[in-house]
């Protein structure tokens, strides 16, 4: 499972205050924390508060780089703020570019573009591409698959190896008026996703979207976890922190067999995701 950890994001009060005030303790300690408890990629995302979202970026890619080497997902609805960070983060080790729709009324060039920009940044950066067009956010299961069939196609078009494509079907909060229907749309979608290419692109999902505003988040968020990998889920975006999340995604694995049985199975999981 490629997890992404969303810990350094504007969002939270201490990531944002960090970011206003230049407090690199803040992030780096976060840098450190999630990457020990098993981050593949750690999510960069200056939130909506900071004035100047592009230096934002830098000043963020740059604390984090100075104090660990996970490779970071660098994500903004702003492609201008995901070049900014693609100017100074090191992308040796992997680089993603989180996230472009299929196009937008005013872009709908938005995916070549993303996709332009993952090539330059070097051979191994990855794009993430949401299941969303000009017309926004799908309701129904075949306009979702639709869509990543049409993202698919155009990286194909592009030579875009689909190991660096990662399919959001984007999860939204549970407790939204008549978003109920979604989760399980989004599994359902997930079945066909996955056949689309060859090899398969991944999948991820912002995950802790599922339960925003809702009680029992953390209960939520794993249950979705293991019905969407047993659908074939690779990625999440996810709270790295939350162990008992961490232990249901290591016995969801191991239930699908993608990862060997043995009584300290557990133990296994997470010291071979510790860096
Ligand atoms: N898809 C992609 N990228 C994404 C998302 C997605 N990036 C951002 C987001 N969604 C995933 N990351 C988070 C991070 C935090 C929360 C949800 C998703 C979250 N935050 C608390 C809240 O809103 O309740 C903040 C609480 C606090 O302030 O302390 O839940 O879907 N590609």
Redesign the pocket.
């Known amino acids: 499972m490629i997890i992404i950890a ?2 350094i ?1 504007g ?3 201490n990531v944002k205050e960090a970011i206003a005030e230049k407090n690199k303790q803040v992030i780096q300690e976060l840098a450190k924390k999630q990457t020990e408890a098993g981050a593949t990629y750690l ?1 960069v ?1 200056v939130g909506t508060a900071a004035a100047d979202q592009e230096a934002a970026m830098q000043w963020l890619v740059e604390t984090i780089q100075e104090t660990c080497s996970t490779p970071l997902c660098l ?1 903004s609805q702003k492609p201008g703020v995901i070049a900014a960070g693609l100017k100074v983060v090191n992308a040796d080790n992997g680089v993603i570019l ?2 472009t729709p299929l196009n937008k009324k005013n872009d709908e060039e938005i995916l070549d573009k993303h996709i332009e920009m993952a090539e330059q940044a070097g051979p191994k950066a990855s794009i ?1 591409a ?1 299941t969303m067009d000009k017309n926004g956010v799908p309701q129904d299961i075949d306009t979702r698959v639709a869509i990543a069939a049409e993202i698919v196609s155009k990286t194909m078009e592009k030579g875009f190896d689909s190991r660096r494509l990662f399919i ?1 079907t ?2 939204l909060p549970v407790k939204v008026p008549n978003a109920q229907v979604q989760s399980g749309n989004i599994l359902t979608a997930m079945d066909q996703i996955k056949y689309l290419a060859d090899p398969a692109p991944h999948m ?6 599922l ?3 809702a009680t029992e ?1 953390s209960l939520i968020n794993r249950v979705f976890l293991a019905m969407a990998i047993s659908r074939g889920l690779d990625s999440a ?1 996810a ?1 790295v922190l939350d162990q008992d999340l961490m232990n249901v995604l290591a016995t969801a694995e191991m239930l699908m067999n993608k990862q060997i049985y043995s009584d300290s199975f557990l133990k296994v999981y997470s010291s071979a995701n510790k860096a």
């Open positions: 969303e810990r994001n969002m939270f009060t999510d995302n994500d989180n996230s993430i949401l959001d984007i999860l991820t999902v912002g995950l802790s979207n339960s925003q505003g988040r975006i709270d």
